[in-house]
């Protein structure tokens, strides 16, 4: 069984301890290295290649926004999700815009972590739903502020039913929860984000929901 590679950033090296101790108790998973600042980050993911690398927001030296930026542009294939203790709106959208593919808590259960790093892996992204929910409102926000935007067009545009999967999706839906709001098959779901993605120029959810605000599209 291949094992999905981590990184563990962190200021705080009772917390690492702690995380590494409970991350290796999975069988798929191996840590690879650990990093006490954002800069010390970046080196070791460019040494290591992480598959998924949970990132700290406010550490000495350099913080993580600042580090997700740098280290995915060094290693473009590896995933970063957040998990902090803080989730106020201007960090979470900074760390997504940055490239993250999901953004946890620290108050999260180890069962949640787990599967959250499993799914990062995939390319799926994972918000706290207090996250998803601030994200639709901003989005909401911004489509009352700007009412009479001329919308940018796409060179492959979305049909309706992308769009309406696109929607869900920004207002933190899963797969099986659109499937049923649109009385379809979570495989028919799946292609239709597939398309969705394409059509953006992203490779998550994550991005997508930011994209397609940009865009004006949600």
């Given at each position: 069984?291949?094992?999905?590679?981590?990184?563990?950033?962190?200021?705080?090296?009772?917390?690492?301890?702690a995380l590494?101790?409970?991350?290796?108790?999975?069988?798929?998973?191996?840590?690879?290295?650990?990093?006490?600042?954002?800069?010390?980050?970046?080196?070791?993911?460019?040494?290591?290649?992480?598959?998924?690398?949970?990132?700290?927001?406010?550490?000495?030296?350099?913080?993580?926004?600042?580090?997700?930026?740098?280290?995915?542009?060094?290693?473009?294939?590896?995933?970063?999700?957040?998990?902090?203790?803080?989730?106020?709106?201007?960090?979470?959208?900074?760390?997504?815009r940055a490239?993250?593919?999901?953004?946890?808590?620290?108050?999260?259960?180890?069962?949640?972590?787990?599967?959250?790093?499993?799914?990062?892996?995939?390319g799926t992204?994972?918000?706290?739903?207090?996250?998803?929910?601030?994200?639709?409102?901003?989005?909401?926000?911004?489509?009352?502020?700007?009412?009479?935007?001329?919308?940018?067009?796409?060179?492959?545009?979305?049909?309706?039913?992308?769009?309406?999967?696109?929607?869900?999706?920004?207002?933190?839906?899963?797969?099986?929860?659109?499937?049923?709001?649109?009385?379809?098959?979570?495989?028919?779901?799946?292609?239709?984000?597939?398309?969705?993605?394409?059509?953006?120029?992203?490779?998550?959810?994550?991005?997508?929901?930011?994209?397609?605000?940009?865009?004006?599209?949600?």
């Amino acid at each position: 069984m291949k094992k999905l590679r981590l990184l563990l950033v962190d200021d705080q090296s009772l917390f690492r301890e702690a995380l590494r101790t409970l991350l290796s108790l999975q069988p798929d998973f191996e840590i690879v290295a650990e990093a006490e600042n954002g800069e010390r980050a970046v080196a070791l993911a460019k040494a290591h290649r992480p598959d998924v690398v949970l990132m700290d927001l406010r550490m000495p030296v350099m913080g993580g926004v600042e580090s997700t930026r740098r280290l995915l542009q060094a290693v473009p294939t590896a995933r970063v999700v957040v998990l902090t203790t803080f989730d106020e709106d201007e960090e979470v959208f900074e760390a997504l815009r940055a490239g993250a593919t999901g953004y946890l808590l620290k108050a999260c259960s180890a069962d949640k972590l787990c599967e959250s790093v499993r799914a990062a892996a995939k390319g799926t992204s994972v918000l706290e739903p207090s996250v998803a929910a601030r994200m639709m409102a901003e989005v909401n926000r911004a489509a009352s502020r700007d009412g009479r935007k001329v919308v940018p067009a796409l060179a492959d545009p979305l049909t309706d039913r992308e769009t309406a999967v696109l929607r869900l999706l920004a207002a933190g839906r899963s797969n099986k929860e659109i499937g049923g709001a649109l009385n379809i098959t979570e495989g028919t779901v799946k292609n239709h984000m597939t398309n969705v993605l394409g059509k953006l120029g992203v490779l998550d959810r994550t991005q997508a929901a930011l994209r397609a605000r940009e865009l004006g599209l949600i």
